[in-house]
């Protein structure tokens, strides 16, 4: 079951970060898959937000590595979409 609009319009907010990259990094990413998000994903992306900027962009980046795997997953989607993926 996809996530109600209010939710994802909450979630699109917080991507914003404060930051031109991450914004477009983050939004970019939920722009792609928020409409077939379900439940356990927006969980997952939500959580992920909850990170601060910079261990965000160390992730996204390729500097560090998330601790959860789900979180990973994520962030490796991102870094594809963004051409960073190897």
Do not use: Y
Not at 57 to 86: H, S, T
Request: glycine letters at 6%; hydrophobic letters at 40%.
């Amino acid at each position: 079951m996809p996530v109600p609009p209010a939710r994802l319009k909450r979630l699109q907010w917080r991507c914003r970060r404060g930051t031109r990259e991450l914004d477009a990094l983050l939004g970019g990413w939920l722009q792609d898959h928020g409409a077939s998000m379900d439940e356990a994903h927006f969980a997952t992306f939500d959580a992920l937000l909850e990170r601060q900027d910079p261990e965000l962009w160390d992730w996204l980046m390729g500097n560090a590595e998330p601790p959860r795997a789900d979180w990973r997953e994520i962030v490796d989607e991102i870094r594809l979409r963004a051409g960073f993926a190897p």
